[in-house]
T-cell receptor
Framework: ETGVTQSPTHLIKTRGQQVTLRCSSQ?????VSWYQQALGQGPQFIFQ???????GRGNFPPRFSGLQFPNYSSELNVNALELDDSALYLC??????????????FGPGTRLTVL | GEDVEQSLFLSVREGDSSVINCTYTDSSSTYLYWYKQEPGAGLQLLTY?????DMKQDQRLTVLLNKKDKHLSLRIADTQTGDSAIYFC??????????FGAGTRLAVHP
């Protein structure tokens, strides 16, 4: 158990809808990273949040957005859902201090199905 | 660009050693991680190596790093059925992001 929790566990949406996924980071961690893992593939970096601001973004369109709260928990929002957004969404928490980043610990993921 | 390649499948007999290989392109990676993923689950951190090390041993796990060839390997001694899973090597890239390949599916048979 990493202490990183995600909700919900599973979610089914239809194309065009919007979804919000949540992540609570491990105690003592100040950074949350989000990854998308399509079936049969490795995780792909979406973005990272540090001090409530986006701190790096992968190759994902603007309809993928996020928030980080003062308690370091985070949300991932996806607008205008497409069929290809069906995936396991993983969040990882870590501790960043200056240029030093600690190991990323992953939550169990949220399985999103878009119909 | 940033890319990671691993062989997709590995099958070993219970009790034998498993060696999972990985090649990567980002020579600036300071840390290189190994994660394990069981079906339908998140990623479990196994071990990591700092880029100025050649080898790291952690109980049944041995990590070897050849920085010149950008090659990383994970050896699991005395492989057990509980080791059956997908294994990902993940160098740390820019913006502190982990770079994953497709992973190696390890099947352990009696």
């Amino acid at each position: 158990e990493t202490g990183v929790t995600q909700s919900p566990t599973h979610l089914i949406k239809t194309r065009g809808q919007q979804v919000t996924l949540r992540c609570s980071s491990q105690s003592g961690h100040n950074t949350v990273s989000w990854y998308q893992q399509a079936l049969g593939q490795g995780p792909q970096f979406i973005f990272q949040y540090y001090r409530e601001e986006e701190n790096g973004r992968g190759n994902f369109p603007p309809r993928f957005s996020g928030l980080q709260f003062p308690n370091y928990s985070s949300e991932l929002n996806v607008n205008a859902l497409e069929l290809d957004d069906s995936a396991l969404y993983l969040c990882a928490s870590s501790s960043v201090a200056g240029d030093i980043t600690d190991t990323q610990y992953f939550g169990p993921g949220t399985r999103l199905t878009v119909l | 660009g940033e890319d990671v390649e691993q062989s997709l499948f590995l099958s070993v007999r219970e009790g034998d050693s498993s060696v999972i290989n990985c090649t990567y392109t980002d020579s600036s990676s300071t840390y290189l991680y190994w994660y394990k993923q069981e079906p339908g689950a998140g990623l479990q951190l196994l071990t990591y190596i700092f880029s100025n090390m050649d080898m790291k041993q952690d109980q049944r796990l041995t990590v070897l790093l050849n920085k010149k060839d950008k090659h990383l390997s994970l050896r699991i001694a005395d492989t057990q059925t509980g080791d059956s899973a997908i294994y990902f090597c993940a160098p740390l890239g820019g913006y502190n992001k982990l770079i994953f390949g497709a992973g190696t599916r390890l099947a352990v048979h009696p």
